[in-house]
Each structure stands twice: as structure tokens, then as C-alpha cells.
């Protein structure tokens, strides 16, 4: 039977290629050789790279041991912060000035200044800032002098780390109106303050009244019974009764310390 026509040209449709001989063992040897040196793969690339900028050692236990980072002198981003002001604040704020930005300029190295037309206070990082929570931190400091709390009491929260501010009103307690609303105040404060001292030392926080909304400046646990003992207050508790929790709540307080 006689071959397909197909396969019968297939070789002149070829040409030179289908003639061309095929290499040696030795050429492909020598190829296969070349190959790496000729085109560097991506891991000898890496590796390049990776010993010009650090040098990694191995220890004993085949983990890679690297340089230590680098001390990044100064924040490399310049940023600015405004705090506004109340304006029942700025007298205050004009008085105790001077005692207001040695902390911010000599312990955080901030920029500050006090804008009396916009009624704020602007602080800025610049090079000579070395903590880069330094502008967090001058903001809470003037935000907690705005709120209503003394200077000495607002630079706790620039030498501590676990002082906060929680701030709420009565009307999340409780929905009070007119005269309600200001006997709620009075049980709160108390006769010259009184109240309000008391539960200060008890639970060694700070507590601020404005109007109808409350402050308190301290740490976490602090500042929860400072809470309830207010919250207790105005839904009605008598002042007596709430004495003798924080009695029994700051002898426990003293035990753990």
C-alpha cells in the first residue's frame, strides 16, 4: 500500500532544518554548564543584593541572625495638630500660659504657639522631636486643660502612660429636667465640694463638673469606681450609702497596693 502523499513531502517542506545534524553530548554538556553564568537566576540575584546592603549569619540552630536596626534620630514627618479652646477657657489659659508650654517645648520638644484669633492651640513636631508620640500626647495634655482640669493634674498625663479621660452626662444615666437636673449636680458635688473630693480621694482620680456633663482623669480601674459612685449619686443613692462603698472600695484598693 502505497505511503501518504503528506508524508512523502513532509521532508522538503522541512528543508535545511530537518537535514540540520543534531549537537553532541559534549555541546549540550557545555550549555547546561553555561547556562548559570550566562543568565543569573533570581535567588543569586537576591543573594547579591541581600550581602551588599546586610550581611546575615546562621547560628547553631540554623536561624538567621541579622544586625541590629538602625537609631532613627528625630521624627522623619512633620505634623501639626490644633486644639480648640472653649471660650470660657481662655482667660485661664492666658494666666496659666507659663506654666502651660515648658512641658510641651522642653520635655515633648514640640512647637507651640496659642492662636487667640482662632481661640486654639497649635502644636507642631519639628527636628529636634524624638518621640514619635510626642504630639498625641501634648494634644491630650491641652485638651485636658480645656476640659476644666488644673495644669498640675493634666501633666500626669505627660509623665504617665495608663492616665486617661472619660467624659459623659447625666442625661445617659438618667433623663432629668429642671430642677431635677440641678439637685442631680448638687448631690454630686456636695456641700462645699465635699462629695466630689471624697470620691476624688477614694478612687484617686480627678473629677470636673461642667454644667450637666462630667470628667474624670485617671487610670482604667480608677476611673470605673469614680463612675459608679456618680452614677449612683444621680439615680438617687444617698450620699451616706455611697461614703460606705468607697470606704470599703479603697481599703481594698490599699490591700492590693
Same mark, same amino acid.
Given at each position: 500500500?502505497?505511503?501518504?502523499?503528506?508524508?512523502?513531502?513532509?521532508? $522538503?517542506?522541512?528543508?535545511? #532544518?530537518? =537535514?540540520?545534524?543534531?549537537?553532541?553530548? *559534549?555541546?549540550?554538556?557545555? !550549555?547546561? @554548564? +553555561?547556562?548559570?553564568?550566562?543568565?543569573?537566576?533570581?535567588?543569586?540575584?537576591?543573594?547579591?543584593?541581600?550581602?551588599?546592603?546586610?550581611?546575615?549569619?546562621?547560628?547553631?540552630?540554623?536561624?538567621?541572625?541579622?544586625?541590629?536596626?538602625?537609631?532613627?534620630?528625630?521624627?522623619?514627618?512633620?505634623?501639626?495638630?490644633?486644639?480648640?479652646?472653649?471660650?470660657?477657657?481662655?482667660?485661664?489659659?492666658?494666666?496659666?500660659?507659663?506654666?502651660?508650654?515648658?512641658?510641651?517645648?522642653?520635655?515633648?520638644?514640640?512647637q507651640v504657639?496659642?492662636?487667640?484669633?482662632?481661640?486654639?492651640?497649635?502644636?507642631?513636631?519639628?527636628?529636634?522631636?524624638?518621640?514619635?508620640?510626642?504630639?498625641?500626647?501634648? $494634644?491630650?495634655?491641652v485638651k #485636658?486643660? =480645656?476640659?476644666?482640669?488644673?495644669?498640675? *493634674?493634666?501633666?500626669?498625663? !505627660?509623665? @504617665? +502612660?495608663?492616665?486617661?479621660?472619660?467624659?459623659?452626662?447625666?442625661?445617659?444615666?438618667?433623663?432629668?429636667?429642671?430642677?431635677?437636673?440641678?439637685?442631680?449636680?448638687?448631690?454630686?458635688?456636695?456641700?462645699?465640694?465635699?462629695?466630689?473630693?471624697?470620691?476624688?480621694?477614694?478612687?484617686?482620680?480627678?473629677?470636673?463638673?461642667?454644667?450637666?456633663?462630667?470628667?474624670?482623669?485617671?487610670?482604667?480601674?480608677?476611673?470605673?469606681?469614680?463612675?459608679?459612685?456618680?452614677?449612683?449619686?444621680?439615680?438617687?443613692?444617698?450620699?451616706?450609702?455611697?461614703?460606705?462603698?468607697?470606704?470599703?472600695?479603697?481599703?481594698?484598693?490599699?490591700?492590693?497596693?
Amino acid at each position: 500500500m502505497p505511503a501518504p502523499t503528506a508524508l512523502l513531502r513532509q521532508p $522538503e517542506e522541512l528543508g535545511e #532544518a530537518a =537535514s540540520a545534524p543534531l549537537p553532541n553530548n *559534549d555541546q549540550d554538556d557545555e !550549555l547546561i @554548564l +553555561d547556562a548559570p553564568e550566562a543568565i543569573p537566576s533570581e535567588s543569586t540575584a537576591m543573594q547579591v543584593t541581600g550581602d551588599a546592603d546586610t550581611e546575615m549569619h546562621i547560628d547553631e540552630e540554623g536561624r538567621p541572625r541579622f544586625a541590629p536596626a538602625k537609631n532613627n534620630d528625630g521624627v522623619m514627618r512633620i505634623e501639626s495638630r490644633k486644639v480648640p479652646i472653649p471660650p470660657h477657657r481662655m482667660t485661664p489659659l492666658k494666666a496659666s500660659w507659663p506654666k502651660i508650654y515648658p512641658p510641651l517645648v522642653e520635655h515633648l520638644k514640640l512647637q507651640v504657639r496659642m492662636n487667640i484669633k482662632n481661640k486654639a492651640v497649635e502644636l507642631r513636631t519639628s527636628k529636634h522631636t524624638t518621640d514619635t508620640g510626642a504630639l498625641q500626647k501634648g $494634644e491630650d495634655f491641652v485638651k #485636658a486643660f =480645656s476640659l476644666g482640669f488644673d495644669v498640675d *493634674d493634666a501633666i500626669a498625663l !505627660l509623665r @504617665l +502612660d495608663d492616665l486617661y479621660i472619660e467624659t459623659f452626662e447625666i442625661k445617659d444615666v438618667k433623663t432629668l429636667n429642671g430642677e431635677h437636673m440641678g439637685r442631680a449636680i448638687g448631690r454630686i458635688a456636695g456641700k462645699d465640694g465635699k462629695t466630689k473630693f471624697a470620691i476624688e480621694n477614694a478612687s484617686r482620680t480627678r473629677v470636673v463638673l461642667a454644667d450637666s456633663k462630667i470628667h474624670i482623669l485617671g487610670g482604667f480601674k480608677n476611673i470605673h469606681i469614680a463612675r459608679e459612685a456618680i452614677v449612683s449619686l444621680i439615680l438617687g443613692s444617698p450620699p451616706g450609702k455611697v461614703y460606705g462603698n468607697l470606704r470599703t472600695v479603697a481599703s481594698r484598693m490599699k490591700e492590693r497596693f
